[in-house]
């Protein structure tokens, strides 16, 4: 059994741990409130634009490259969003399995363009292609970013490098709940029809007329439309890091209140013991010198 010096030192210990464990929950929640915002804010204007380009597509506009399905795919891009950092549960674990499972699966040579340092060093250091990489980005990522990485992923695919792209990323559900998602990217398929017929079934009709025409349109729309998803995929991972890392924390700390609790008792029990120990030796000094 341990001694009493050890116990108080393991409770201190644990004390201090779940002061940092707390102070983590509290930082992460006060910045979940800000990235859930900024999701909530952004959905529907990625709703909008696949909108217009539902409409697009029913007028025959789907002549653009990034539309243009191979007809054999060989090379294959995976963009995988995870965490810069650790102690958010099971978010990085989450989406480096699903991202490892889809890759093994495929028969086509695969890459992958890693957003964030724990897919990255995963993949790394298993020997995977890493096509490019972007880290450090901080608890706010901006639209120049995915500016920067829309640029990245339509040049190869427009260049031939990958005839698929596929973003991986954690949909935000709530604070308690999010889902690793793979995304099909690259080409751009027409996922908007069945949204703009349940509007047309509700009473509302989308009607647009385009200047200076619609290929033009498409043309700017649809590297923006990219831009959006990376986008919509770089926040939304986000609020689900911030989400999960809340949630690990305020698990930490109950744990550690929970074996603080555990070992005050078994300190009281030790101190209870050693008293009687005491009491029992000078009863029995005292009986022997009568």
Known sequence: ?????????SIRSIESTGQITKA?????????????????????????????????????CSSHPLQE??????????????????????FNTN?????????????????????GKKGRDYF???????????????????????????????????EGEY????????????AMSNTPTDLKLLPIEQEAKAE??????????????FEPGEEEVLNVLLPAYVETLIYGALIESKASELGSKMTAMSAATDNANELIQSLTLTLNRA?????????????????ALE
């Not at 399905?69 to 099971?90: F, H, I, M, P, Q």
């Not at 880290?135 to 640029?151: E, H, K, Q, W």
């Not at 005839?163 to 709530?174: A, Q």
């Not at 000078?282 to 009986?287: L, T, Y």
């Open 124 to 158: 790394k250091k298993r020997g995977y292609n890493i096509a490019d990489e972007f880290v450090g980005n901080g608890d706010s990522p901006g639209f120049v970013l995915a500016r920067t990485i829309a640029g990245d992923v339509i040049r190869m695919y427009a």
């Open 24 to 60: 983590m929950k509290m930082v992460a929640s006060a910045k979940l409130r800000r990235a859930q915002s900024v999701v909530i804010a952004a959905r529907p204007y990625a709703g909008k634009i696949r909108e217009v380009l539902g409409n697009l597509s029913e007028k025959g």
């Open 69 to 90: 399905k191979r007809e054999e795919v060989k090379n294959v891009l995976y963009v995988l969003v995870t965490a810069d950092a650790g102690l958010c549960g099971g």
């Open 1 to 9: 059994m341990a001694s009493m010096s050890d116990i108080r030192r």
């Open 271 to 287: 101190r209870q013991a050693a008293i009687t120990t005491e009491i029992t030796e000078i009863v029995s000094g005292a009986a």
């Open 95 to 115: 989406l480096i399995k699903l991202c490892e499972k889809t890759v093994k699966k495929r028969e086509e040579d695969c890459a992958i363009l890693a957003v």
């Open 196 to 209: 703009t017929a349940d509007a047309e079934e509700k009473g509302i009709s989308s009607d647009y007329i």
């Open 163 to 174: 005839d698929e792209v596929h973003l991986i990323f954690s949909r935000f559900r709530s």
